[in-house]
């Protein structure tokens, strides 16, 4: 026995080892029996007939049976680097959920009733965040939800000062917005007796006055589930500067290959959402793919929804806080791995 075949009839058992281990433990799925029962039978062929092997594979202009082995080996290497990190992404959502029942359990759990809700996701944010509180309260609304992402700033001190005006929850762990935002959802479909959402920067770029002719258009166009706000319809007022405008515009013609919806401006934070719409609007994506996720559910579930101009006024402290424009990429990446692979 040459140490070869000894090194393939050592995979074998390995192999036959976990696929035991395996089924023991939960079901196998259709396409991973084929993979083992596949890579297992020709790990057999190639340990006790490597000749025939080499007659065979000359009919596919391949001169040995071991460039096979590699080309096979790294399909296999590709497949499971895809299922482990499907894995990764299923634990990182069932921490997720673990942390937004948590929040939930711990909070008052007030039903919320009256027109409207401003759900404001908090991350460090306690340079801005009291007086974004308090523009919303001097406009004479009623009902304000922030959810805490574990700022590790005195953001949660700031807030507890408001707590007979606003409800908070509290995430023991940062999740980024997309999560926070989705524990505010979840709140509401549970305790929200109410007609709209308006989903809010804690960062004070957002204009109020903006939601009165949202919330107008909502009232007389009743086939308009969502608004959306934008930055570059000719109504709309915003300093932002040419770099930036650049990447959200390749963001547009991603947004259309990828989700086939026309949008003028993608990323949207700024929105109004009917509360009967809530069940279709799940978030899953982690970090800053949500906005696209949040697209993609728009076209594929086919809601109506209608983009108004907004006033957006950056200041030094929001830019500061953006991320990096580079970061489209990994946001492209990371919402094609979601959609296509998952």
């Given at each position: ?188 479909r549970r305790y929200g007796d109410i007609k709209y959402i308006i ?35 000719e109504e709309a007022k915003t300093n932002i500067p040419l770099k ?58 086919r809601i109506r929804y209608k983009e108004m101009p907004v006033n ?31």
């Open positions: 026995m040459t140490l070869l075949e000894f090194f393939f009839i050592i995979s074998w058992i390995i192999i036959l080892i976990i696929a035991i281990d395996i089924s023991r433990k939960e079901k196998f799925n259709a396409l991973h029996f084929l993979v083992f029962i596949w890579i297992w039978s020709w790990l057999l062929v190639f340990t006790f007939f490597p000749d025939i092997l080499n007659r065979i594979w000359n009919l596919f202009w391949v001169a040995r049976w071991a460039d096979v082995l590699v080309y096979w080996a790294i399909v296999f290497l590709i497949y499971f680097v895809l299922l482990l990190l499907s894995k990764h992404t299923e634990n990182k959502e069932s921490i997720t959920k673990l942390i937004r029942e948590i929040a939930i359990e711990n909070s008052n759990k007030k039903t919320i009733t009256w027109d409207e809700v401003f759900l404001i996701p908090c991350y460090n944010e306690s340079k801005v965040i009291k007086k974004t509180i308090e523009n919303i309260i001097d406009s004479w609304y009623k009902n304000i939800l922030v959810v805490n992402d574990w700022s590790k700033d005195n953001s949660r001190e700031i807030l507890n000062s408001f707590q007979d005006k606003i409800i908070l929850l509290n995430h023991l762990k940062n999740r980024w917005q997309w999560a926070a935002l989705e524990t505010g959802f979840e709140y509401i989903t809010f920067d804690a960062d004070g770029q957002h204009d109020i006055v903006d939601y009165v002719e949202m919330k107008r258009v909502l009232e007389t166009e009743n086939n308009i589930w969502i608004i959306l706000w934008s930055r570059f319809l930036r405008k650049i990447v959200l515009k390749l963001g547009i013609l991603f947004t259309f290959f990828v989700s086939k919806i026309h949008l003028t401006d993608t990323h949207n934070w700024y929105r109004v959402i009917r509360k009967n719409i809530l069940d279709d609007i799940i978030i899953t994506q982690d970090w800053m793919t949500h906005a696209s996720e949040i697209i993609d559910i728009i076209s594929s579930k957006i006024i950056y200041t030094p402290y929001s830019v500061a806080k953006w991320q990096n424009s580079s970061n489209a990429f990994s946001i492209v990446i990371r919402t094609i791995w979601t959609k296509f692979f998952r």
